[in-house]
C-alpha cells in the first residue's frame, strides 16, 4: 500500500474518531439544578407510587444474584415483596413499616430505615436535593432496558471522594430500570437492572402473597443526627464534604467484652460507617477493599478506628484521619 493511500486512510478513522467524539459530547447534557431536582423528585417518587412487578439481577464484583419482586399501592400504602431465584432462599415481605424476612435470624430484631428504604429501584433518598451538594447529573441519551424505552443520566461527584453512578429511568413512568455504581476506569463494580418488568394493571398481585413462614422485625426510625459527631475522648474533625452524620450508637458484641462506636454518615447516593473500638491483633491496619467497597484501619491511641463504604480509598483514609484519639 501506499504511502499516499496509508496517509489518506489515518486521516479517515481520525476523522471518524473526531466526529464520534463530537457525537457523544453533543449526547451528553449537563443538567441545572431545577431540572436536576425534578428529574430526581420524579423517579424517587415512582419507586415509592408506582405498582409494578418483575425480575432483576444485583451484580457486585463476580457474583450475581437474581431477585423477582412487586410493589403495589393501594391508598396511601404501599406494599411489596421480593424473593431471591437462585442461591438460598431469601424473602422480603413490607407492609408500610411492617417488615417480615426468611429465614428468620435471631439475632436480626430490627431493621434499619434506610436499610428497607434504599431497596432496588428506591435507590434515592428522600430528600433528593441533598445529592447535589455532592453531584451533579448529566443526561447521556437513551436506551432499552428490558423492553422499555428509557434515558440514561448520571451523577457526576464533584470530588474524588465518590464514584459516579450511571442510572436508567423508564420514559413513560418515571421508574428507575438500571442502577450502576462506575469505578474511577468507569468499569462497572456494582449494578442493579431489571430483565422483565410490567406496571399499573398488568401487575398480576398473587405474587405479593408470602410463601414462607416469615419473621416479623421492627424498623429503626431513627430520623438522623443533626449535630456533627461527637464522642468524648475523641477529636473529630471534619469530614469529606457532602456527607452528612445520620446515627450514632455505642454497644457490646454478642459474645466479646469490648464496646464498639459506630457512627454512619451518608451523602445522599452512599454510606460510610466509622467504627471505633479497642485495639486488638486480629484486625490488620491499613487499606483493603472488595470490589467497590473499601475498608481503611487505623491505631489511634489505644483503639482502631476502621471506615468502611462503597467509595474510593481516599474516602475512607479521609474520614480515618478525621477520627484522633485525645
Known amino acids: 500500500m501506499s504511502r499516499r493511500r496509508l496517509t489518506r486512510n489515518w486521516i479517515q478513522q481520525s476523522l471518524l474518531l473526531l466526529l464520534c467524539c463530537v457525537s457523544l459530547a453533543r449526547a451528553a447534557e449537563v443538567l441545572d439544578k431545577d431540572s436536576a431536582i425534578k428529574l430526581l423528585e420524579r423517579t424517587a417518587s415512582a419507586a415509592k407510587q408506582a405498582t409494578y412487578s418483575g425480575t432483576y439481577v444485583y451484580q457486585y464484583g463476580d457474583e450475581i444474584s437474581t431477585y423477582r419482586m412487586i410493589h403495589v399501592l393501594d391508598g396511601s400504602t404501599d406494599a411489596e415483596r421480593r424473593e431471591t431465584l437462585d442461591g438460598p432462599p431469601r424473602e422480603y415481605y413490607r407492609f408500610g413499616n411492617q417488615v417480615s424476612i426468611y429465614p428468620a435470624d435471631p439475632q436480626q430484631s430490627a431493621l434499619d430505615r434506610r436499610y428497607t428504604a434504599k431497596l432496588f429501584p428506591r435507590q434515592l433518598p428522600d430528600n433528593v436535593a ?45 421508574l428507575l430500570l438500571k442502577w450502576v455504581v462506575l469505578g474511577m476506569r468507569k468499569e462497572a463494580m456494582q449494578a442493579f437492572a431489571f430483565t422483565n418488568i410490567q406496571l399499573g394493571g398488568n401487575v398480576d398481585r398473587k405474587w405479593l402473597k408470602p410463601v414462607r413462614q416469615l419473621q416479623a422485625v421492627s424498623i429503626d426510625l431513627n430520623n438522623g443526627v443533626a449535630s456533627p459527631a461527637q464522642e468524648p475522648g475523641w477529636d473529630i474533625k471534619p469530614v469529606p464534604v457532602g456527607f452528612r452524620l445520620l446515627k450514632q450508637t455505642s454497644k457490646t458484641l454478642p459474645g466479646k467484652n469490648r464496646t464498639v462506636i459506630h457512627h454512619l454518615y451518608s451523602d445522599g447516593a452512599v454510606t460510610v460507617s466509622v467504627f471505633i473500638e479497642p485495639a486488638h491483633q486480629r484486625l490488620p491496619l491499613g487499606l483493603a477493599h472488595q470490589g467497590a467497597t473499601h475498608l481503611f484501619v487505623k491505631q489511634s491511641g489505644a483503639y482502631l478506628v476502621m471506615a468502611l463504604g462503597e467509595v474510593p480509598a481516599a474516602t475512607v483514609e479521609a474520614f480515618t484521619a478525621a477520627y484522633n484519639a485525645r
Do not use: C, K, M, N
Open 130 to 174: 441533598t445529592l447535589l451538594s455532592a453531584y451533579g447529573i448529566t443526561r447521556l441519551g437513551h436506551e432499552r432496558v428490558a423492553g422499555r424505552e428509557s434515558t440514561v443520566y448520571q451523577l457526576e461527584p464533584l470530588d474524588q471522594y465518590r464514584y459516579p453512578h450511571r442510572f436508567w429511568v423508564d420514559d413513560d413512568s418515571g
